[in-house]
């Protein structure tokens, strides 16, 4: 019977357009609400690029596909929290033997400033993981306006995960 490899690693990229706030709309990211006076434009779901990045990085590691089908069937049932698709595909991470040792999060984008927040940020991944906070690293670029992000359309995150066999 064949060995299962000690490492799995998976790469995860997400983004949406930005758009001025309405009332009582927040922006997600890594789980957390901030009242910034921007919102994800045409999402289903939070749209937490964050989250939707690590779901598609978690499950591309084992071997599955991107958060797409999975998340249209959550929003199906009335699920738009994207905390609740990482419950999901960590449950599926477990079950293959793996445990998440190492999270790498880039983010693009000139707005919001997001700088002051990468600690809240990077503990609310680690909780969510169940992982020392340690283990997550998460920068931020503005683009400097070479892209839509960078000239403030949008946010794009990348997520790298490294999976350790239990």
Do not use: W
Not at 69 to 76: L, M, S, T
Not at 139 to 164: I, N, Q
Request: with cysteine.
């Amino acid at each position: 019977m064949p060995k299962e490899p000690l490492f799995l690693t998976g790469l995860g990229q997400d983004s949406h357009r930005l758009s001025e706030a309405r009332e009582g709309e927040v922006l997600t990211l890594a789980g957390l609400p901030f009242a910034c006076g921007l919102a994800y434009q045409g999402v289903n779901s939070d749209g937490d690029v964050i989250l939707h990045a690590l779901y598609n990085a978690l499950s591309t590691a084992v071997g599955g596909g991107s958060l797409g089908p999975v998340g249209d069937e959550f929003v199906r049932q009335g699920v738009k929290d994207s905390r609740e698709y990482i419950k999901q595909i960590l449950q599926v991470v477990g079950e293959r033997g793996y445990r998440v040792a190492n999270v790498s999060v880039s983010i693009e984008g000139s707005r919001p400033k997001m700088e002051k927040y990468l600690p809240m940020m990077a503990k609310s991944v680690a909780n969510l993981l169940e992982i020392e906070r340690a283990r997550v690293g998460l920068s931020v670029t503005s683009g400097e306006g070479l892209t839509a992000f960078g000239r403030g359309e949008g946010l794009m995150a990348s997520v790298s995960v490294l999976l350790e066999h239990q």
